[in-house]
C-alpha cells in the first residue's frame, strides 16, 4: 500500500490548510485506522489526530476545536482540515495508516506515507 500525502505549504497564523492522503494498492486492502502524526524540528513525532473504520476520531489536545480529521472510504483517503494555525503547529506531518490486506495472504500493516511540510509563519 502506498500513501500520498499533499497539502502542505506555507500559511499565516490564523490561517487554514487541508491535507490530504491518499492510499493506493494494485491489492484489495481495507484501512482500519488512518492518522496524521507531525514532527517539529528537535521534538519527536507526535499524534495529531486518529480516525477509524466508523469515523469515531482522536485528536491531541493542543489541536482540538481546530483541526478535523475525516475520511473517504470509497476513496481511500483521509483529510486533515486545520484551522486557526498556529506557529506552533509548523511541522512535517505524516499520514500513518494501519490496513488490512487481503491479498496475497490476510495480513494486518502499518504504512507511512512521505512527510509534508507545513510552515506557519508571518
Known amino acids: 500500500v502506498q500513501l500520498q500525502a499533499s497539502g502542505g505549504g506555507l500559511v499565516q497564523p490564523g490561517g487554514s490548510l487541508r491535507l490530504s492522503c491518499a492510499a493506493s494498492?494494485?491489492?484489495?486492502?481495507?484501512?482500519?485506522?488512518m492518522g496524521w502524526y507531525r514532527q517539529a524540528p528537535g521534538k519527536q513525532r507526535e499524534l495529531v489526530a486518529s480516525?477509524?473504520?466508523?469515523?469515531?476520531?482522536n485528536y491531541a489536545d493542543s489541536v482540538k476545536g481546530r483541526f478535523t480529521l475525516s475520511r473517504d472510504n470509497a476513496k481511500n483517503t483521509g483529510y486533515l482540515q486545520m484551522n486557526g494555525l498556529k506557529p506552533e503547529d509548523t511541522a512535517v506531518y505524516y499520514c500513518?495508516?494501519?490496513?488490512?490486506?487481503?491479498?496475497?495472504?490476510?495480513?494486518?500493516?502499518?504504512?507511512w506515507g512521505q512527510g509534508t511540510l507545513v510552515t506557519v509563519s508571518s
Open positions: 500513518n495508516a494501519d490496513v488490512l490486506e487481503y491479498t496475497p495472504t490476510l495480513r494486518r500493516r502499518e504504512y
Open positions: 494498492s494494485g491489492r484489495r486492502f481495507r484501512i482500519n485506522v
Open positions: 480516525i477509524r473504520t466508523d469515523e469515531s476520531t
